[in-house]
């Protein structure tokens, strides 16, 4: 166990995992010098280009090539170096890895882990900073996993290169520098289990990607004023762990859902509408849902920072709903 | 006649043109009479190149295919009777009745499946390439597509990747002169698809799609090169849809007389059966007899189908995940 980086244990996670089964090859743009975010960082020069394809700038190649590799029997982890980008790959994502399985009536299984980077907070602007994960949820036929800590981030990665089915891993780029325990060894991180990330009474965050981080900023600044917030990470948005949150809406009667994402359409939208068909009788208060604004992502430091839902966003949204002295 | 094959060889490749033949006939009445819901896109006038090409292949090589895809499927030796029952959505069917005439599938014999989407089939069947060459197991992927799909990106893209890395694989391009109800030269620049290949470093072949043996020479060309690791190689053969986009007549294309006269007279199956009676390798009769006994396994194979039950509706959920993992 030692403090390792998200960035770290991505590539760890990959590394190891290569080691252990040689069906296991990466492909994705730039990966021979690390990838942009340095989450390929040694894996070239350890494995080879044989192991690691340095592809052309190609996305609706790269994700065909895992879709025909994984039917041949291999275990594609791909990296889509935006989330953004997969706009450009659509059709390999939705319509033929998603449902081939289905669709060949069981008899297809697709082993792949299409790795991305999502989210804003570098004014890289309206195509290089959106969090997209809703889309991928809404395909039956994909697992969507996103972590919110470098344990996570390594355990739920190794797990995901595993599974036997195609998964959508989303790697938020401000995460990528956020420090933490890590073991050096393997380990294995269920997919659809949430992770309580702060136990509490008086309401129930439900948080993805960085806004647990500020969840949990906000949990610890409240509870000095008396206000005790529980925080859950999904960490599986597909499938997603209700019962989990159910069970701790029922014991705090409140919710927030919050996510780096426009609120409109939504994961959090998702949550809320089970929380209610689930657990109405229990809450005292409307669920309230943090996300960002219905815009493009700006550029200007300015604009953007009013654009990312964050810690303020959080904070008035329990303050509405948890009465004072609560 | 090519000195490798066989009389009854040779009398296979015949054989096997009647059985798409009679399949699709068969088929396309099925849907006139509403028997097979949905749509059928017909192979008849095409059988030369699927028959032509997958006679140089074994069950362990990859093909992909098309949404006009029952006669590659026969042509990699797919069974007609799991054909018709997964045309009509029964439960005997390839698919169990999930996927239908678009995406009849057999992993078991290296059909990677129809395909709804026009262009999908190029990076997958390269993924395939690519893990042949993964494994260095001397298979080779051979995707199946039309003058249509030779304008979209994903043709372009399997094409650079697969030369890049000298992949085994043939890009076999059926032009039949339509992309669904748009004649070829309202809807690409070039005469010769095999032009294309210039752009990516690799043989460009043209070849006669209505000569089965000429398919066969130059697909085994071309397949060779592939397994000596040398790389992809683009053959267009130029051939005809008999019938239109949909069915035998959508009613909204009307195609020159004397084009469509043209091509029939060019009927890739009597013209062989000529060759074949004309070498005294069979005669009239023999043909005849041939052709019946294949009338007897459609009828046959559609008596299956009809008698396979339909589908419970518990099964709907099943097949959109697998539990496995490595």
């Known amino acids: 166990m030692s403090q390792k980086n998200f960035t770290k244990a991505i590539v760890e996670a990959v590394s190891q995992e290569m080691e252990r089964d040689t069906d296991v090859f990466l492909a994705g743009e730039d990966v021979r010098v690390g990838g942009v975010f340095g989450t390929d960082a040694g894996l070239f020069e350890k494995f080879g280009e044989k192991r690691v394809w340095d592809t052309p700038i190609t996305e609706q190649g790269i994700t065909g090539l895992a879709v025909g590799a994984a039917a041949a029997g ?31 009536g069981g008899k297809a299984e697709l082993p792949i882990v299409l790795r991305t980077h999502s989210g804003a907070g570098r004014s890289m602007a309206a195509q290089h900073s959106q969090s997209l994960e809703a889309w991928f949820c809404h395909v039956p036929g994909l697992k969507v996993v996103m972590p919110s800590t470098p344990y ?22 401000r ?10 060894e393997q380990y294995e991180i269920p997919l659809g289990v949430a992770d309580i990330k702060r136990e509490g009474t008086d309401v129930t965050v439900i948080a993805t990607g960085y806004l647990v981080q500020d969840a949990l900023e906000v949990a610890e600044e409240l509870a000095g004023k008396g206000v005790s917030v529980e925080v859950i990470d999904p960490r599986t948005l597909s499938p997603l762990d209700m019962d989990t949150i159910i069970e701790s809406v029922q014991k705090t009667s409140r919710a927030v859902v919050a996510q780096e994402a426009v609120t409109f359409c939504g994961l959090g939208a998702e949550i809320a509408a089970s929380i209610q068909e689930r657990a109405f009788d229990y809450l005292d208060a409307p669920i309230k849902r943090v996300g960002a604004p219905f815009s493009p992502v700006p550029f200007s430091p300015v604009l953007e920072e009013a654009w990312v839902p964050g810690t303020a966003q959080i904070r008035a949204a329990i303050e509405e709903i948890v009465p004072v002295n609560a | ?23 699709e006939e068969r088929a396309a009445t099925l849907m006139e009479q509403n028997r097979i819901p949905g749509a059928v896109h017909l192979y008849v006038g095409e059988e030369a190149v699927g028959v032509g090409v ?59 499946g129809a395909n709804g989407i026009v262009g999908a089939g190029p990076p997958i069947a390269m993924g395939a390439a690519f893990a042949s060459q ?6 080779v992927s051979v995707v199946f597509f039309g003058d249509g799909a030779s304008n979209q990106g994903t043709f372009h893209e399997a094409a650079n990747m697969a030369s890049l890395y000298k992949l085994p694989l043939i890009l076999c391009c059926e032009n039949n002169l339509y992309g669904e109800f748009t004649r070829q030269a309202d809807h690409q620049a070039v005469k010769d698809v095999a032009d294309r290949a210039g752009g990516y470093n690799m043989p460009g072949i043209v070849v006669d799609g209505m000569d089965v043996m000429a398919v066969r020479e130059a697909a085994g060309e071309a397949i060779a090169r592939a397994r000596r690791g040398e790389g992809p190689t683009l053959l267009e053969c130029k051939t005809y849809r008999f019938y239109d986009h949909v069915g035998r007549d959508f009613g909204i294309l009307k195609r020159d007389e004397e084009e469509v006269a043209h091509w029939k007279s060019r009927d890739p199956i009597p013209a ?20 019946e006994k294949v009338r007897a396994r459609i009828d046959e194979a559609v008596e299956f189908a009809e008698a396979s039950p339909e589908p419970d509706p518990s099964v709907l959920l099943e097949d959109v995940y697998t539990e496995a993992s490595a």
């Not at chain 1, 990665?157 to 891993?169: A, K, M, Q, V």
């Not at chain 2, 090519?2 to 009679?22: F, K, Q, T, V, Y």
């Open chain 1, 74 to 104: 291999l275990r594609p982890v791909i990296e889509i170096m935006f989330m953004d980008f997969m706009g450009v790959c659509m059709d390999q994502i939705v319509n033929q890895m998603a449902k081939m399985k289905y669709m060949f």
């Open chain 1, 152 to 173: 996570d981030a390594k355990g739920l990665l190794t797990t995901s290169i595993r599974d036997n089915n195609p998964i959508i891993f989303i790697e938020n780029k």
């Open chain 1, 175 to 184: 995460l990528l520098a956020v420090r933490g325990e890590v073991p050096d």
């Open chain 2, 1 to 23: 006649m090519p000195a490798d094959l066989s009389n009854d060889e040779l009398i296979g490749i015949l054989e096997r043109m009647i059985l798409i033949r009679e399949f």
């Open chain 2, 54 to 112: 997958c006679s140089n292949l074994t069950d362990s090589d990859y093909i992909t295919s098309t949404h006009r895809g029952h006669g590659h499927l026969l042509a990699k030796g797919g069974d007609p009777k799991r054909m018709y029952a997964e045309l009509l959505g029964r439960s005997d069917g390839y698919c169990k009745g999930k996927g239908g005439s678009m995406h009849v599938a057999d992993l078991d014999i290296g059909m990677l």
């Open chain 2, 134 to 139: 993964y494994r260095d197991d001397g298979n």
């Open chain 2, 272 to 291: 062989f059966q000529t060759i074949l009676v004309d070498q005294n390798i069979i005669t009239d009769g023999d043909a005849e007899a041939l052709t």
